[in-house]
Each structure stands twice: as C-alpha cells, then as structure tokens.
C-alpha cells in the first residue's frame, strides 16, 4: 500500500547510505544492535550519527529519509551491507568466519582491481544448522530513527540471494533451499518491522536484473526464481505497508560493477512482476537511456528514477536534476515518479559534504520541476539565501 509516498508530487529520497562521520569510530562487529546499544560509548556515536544523517536530510528537504544504514561498519566497500544478515542471524557459525570462494556467476575482479579488496574482504559465518531470523533487530533500528524525526524513515535490507551467494554451507542440500531458508527468515523479520509502523520497507538488489543482462541461463539461478524469491521474502508486507524494490549497477567503494553503461531492457518484463509498490532505477549515471522502456513496461507500480550519480564526487546541477526529471515526465506521469539517488553514498569514498550537496541539489531540481507543474516545492533550508554568511559584491 502506498502510505510514505502517497499525496505527494515527485517525492524525494535517497537509497539509503550515508558518509560516516570521522568521528563515529565504534562498530558494531558480531554484537547485538540491542547488547551494543546498552554500551554508553556505543549508544552515544550511534545516536549522535543517526541524528545528524536524519537533520541532513531534512535541511535538504527530502521526503522520506533514511537511518544511513548506520548499523553498517567501517569495513571495506561498505561489505556490511551483505555481511550483517549472516552475523546476526542465527544457523551461522558466527565465531569462525571464512573467505568465501569468488568468480561464480561471472562477477570477477583481479589483483590491482580496487574490487579485488572487497572480494578478499567477503569473510563470512558458514551456515550450519536451520537459518533463522537470530538478532537482526530491524525494527529496534528503525524505532532508534524514527523516534527522532516526523518524517517517515525508509529502512533496508540486502535481498535473501545475496547473503545465501556470499555464504558457505553445510547444512542445506542445494542452493535453492538455502535462499528460501534466508528468504523465509528475512520475511518474518520484515513482517515484525512492519508491525512496529515502519512505512516502507525496501529490498536492495534482487538479482533479477543483474542477471538477465549477463545472459545467465542456469536451471536455478535464474530471473524467474529471484522475482518468485522476491515475492515470498516480502510475503503479507504490502498490506501492512509500502514496500520498494531497489536496482542499480554497483555499489562497493563507490564502483560500477560493469566497464560499460548497462541497460534495465532485458530485465523490465520480470521486475514488473515483483511484488511491491514502487521500483528504484539507477538512471543519472547511464543519462536516463531505459527511461521510455521503463514507462512502457513497468505498469501498475510507483517509479523511481535516480537523478543523483553515487559513483561521482561532482556534484549535480539543480538544472541537471530537473532535465532528467522533465525527460522521465515524459514516458512516466507525474503521479507515479518517485525522485532518488541512483544507489547508497556511504560505501566509502564520498565525504560528507559531497553527500549533504548531492541531496540538496536534487531537492532543487525536483523543486524547480514541482513550479513549473504548479506543485509545491520542498523547504530547503541549505539553500535559503538568507543563511548565507557570504556578502555579495554590491
Ligand atoms: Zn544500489
């Protein structure tokens, strides 16, 4: 159902991540969000950083704003992202994690690749026994957040292939049973979630668009089975809330995984099938190409477009921004356009403030797009003229 998105012209947001600042040294490691959080230095930098990511957001005056992914650490490629799921959940090994084997399914990066680290950087708990939800504590996260903001707080998670890919194990028979072990898990988890009010719940890469442009024709791991994954991890969500379905071409230390643009064309027919609300494109870094092909084919579904480039540390131009939105208004209509970032901008790199202007820029272009529409715009306090301490040459 739509409730973070609804009665609002060009909602605004970004994926998720966030710079951390230099002072946020604790990690969370393999302890408990809730055991952590009982640890007064722990408790201190972690609410401090979600206080300033939350105020960030909101002086640029987006929308629907995130926790940052603070829960993640400062690891390389922002590797928690995939990793916290199986240090947390319960059926893992959790104190003898192992490198896992890498090359499978045709992602490969070789030594002097800057990928080549987050490669040797997946060490992770083997799965030994019945997978279950353990200790992710999802919803005490999102209550952290969303008791120090009226804005609503989008909150997500890696999708359930990515942790059964990246992990080993000697417990389930074939790979198919081990993401539905994880898929099942992760959707008692989110129900919990939405039970506590969380007003949208977003799953980060499904690996269905991904793999339909590698042409990967293999009896399992297939489009087909990652949408029909999709649908049973967020099975009974959408009643109780909006859910989104995230997309992009990379992430780790700000990369592409790709040498070349890539186009959503291949996969749009089996993303539209997935069960959810609204579905994220990255858009900005490959110049808007799928955006006639993503108006035609994805029906029935909210689409958001990513206007903000996280590979790249220049800084959108509103008008930038605005062009693309004017470009996707044309094959999109304005009450199904949501406006975001491509992917996360806290998987080590990007500072801060390149983080804190990319959101402002892209408030402004949707906001200059919202006039011409005759639609109200955003407050942007970090653009107000009247807060500038520069005086102009008269
Ligand atoms: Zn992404």
Redesign the pocket.
């Known amino acids: 159902m739509y409730r973070a998105t609804k009665d609002i012209i060009l909602p605004t947001t970004i994926?998720g991540s966030l710079p951390r600042p230099s002072w946020y040294t604790e990690n969370l490691s393999t302890r408990s969000f809730l055991d952590a959080m009982v640890n007064a230095r722990f408790r201190e930098q972690y609410v401090d950083t979600v206080s300033v990511y939350l105020r960030e957001q909101e002086i640029a005056g987006l929308d629907i704003v995130t926790d940052g992914d603070c829960h993640f650490d400062n690891d390389v490629g922002g590797q928690s992202w995939t990793s916290y799921p199986p240090h947390h959940m319960s059926g893992f090994e959790r104190n003898d994690p192992r490198p896992t084997p890498a090359g499978k399914g045709g992602l490969w990066f070789p030594r002097g690749h800057i990928l080549h680290d987050y490669l040797e950087s997946r060490v992770m708990p083997r799965i030994v026994g019945p997978v279950g939800r353990g200790d992710l504590q999802y919803a005490a996260m999102w209550k952290v957040a969303q008791r120090m903001t009226k804005k609503p707080v989008k909150f997500g998670t890696v999708t359930p292939e990515l942790v059964a890919f990246a992990v080993g194990d000697q417990h389930y028979k074939n790979i198919r049973d081990r993401i539905f072990a994880i898929s099942n898990a992760f959707n008692e988890e989110l129900n919990e979630l939405a039970d506590a009010g969380c007003p949208v719940i977003q799953m980060?890469?499904p690996q269905i668009h991904l793999l339909a442009v590698r042409g990967i024709v293999d009896a399992v791991i297939n489009p087909a089975l990652m949408v029909e994954v999709f649908n049973n991890t967020v099975k009974g969500l959408r009643k109780k809330t909006e859910v989104w379905c995230?997309?992009?071409w990379?992430?780790p230390s700000q990369q592409r995984m790709f040498a070349s643009v890539q186009s959503y064309k291949p996969a749009l027919e089996a993303l539209n099938q997935v069960d959810a609300d609204v579905i994220t494109f990255?858009s900005c870094s490959s110049g808007g190409i799928d955006l006639e092909a993503i108006g035609k084919t994805i029906t029935g579904k909210k689409i958001a477009i990513g206007v903000i480039d996280?590979h790249s540390l220049q800084v959108e131009r509103p008008e930038e921004v605005a062009e693309h939105i004017r470009l996707a208004l044309k094959y999109i209509p304005a009450d199904r356009l949501v406006i975001c970032s491509?992917?996360?901008m806290g998987r080590e790199g990007m500072s801060r403030r390149h983080a804190l202007y990319k959101m402002v820029a892209l408030v402004q272009g949707t906001n200059m797009v919202r006039r011409e529409l005759g639609k109200p715009e955003a407050e942007c306090l970090a653009a107000d003229e009247r807060y500038s301490l520069v005086v102009p040459v008269k």
């Open positions: 994926i980060e890469e995230h997309t992009c990379g992430n990255e996280h491509d992917c996360g």
